[in-house]
């Protein structure tokens, strides 16, 4: 008898289950390192670049909860 997904042990399953929270930490957290570098390079150039990166980014902010609601209405 055929089936299509792999024969995985519980250990293994075990593993990958404590393991995967890790990765996400450690994602979050490149991400906000490079967060607070690029916010610090943007307010270290002055008022009108940031006035311009915050309306962009409310933008991408707005945009990207549209397409969510969108999506998910269908």
Do not use: K
């Given at each position: ?22 990765w ?7 991400v ?34 549209a ?8």
């Amino acid at each position: 008898m055929a089936t299509d997904t792999p024969a995985t042990s519980p250990e293994a399953d075990a593993l990958l289950g404590q393991l995967f929270p890790l990765w996400h930490l450690v994602i979050g957290a490149f991400v906000l390192i490079v967060l607070a570098l690029s916010i610090r390079r943007l307010a270290a150039r002055g008022q009108t670049r940031m006035t311009t990166a915050l309306l962009v980014t409310g933008g991408a902010i707005a945009g990207l909860t549209a397409l969510g609601i969108y999506f998910d209405a269908r």
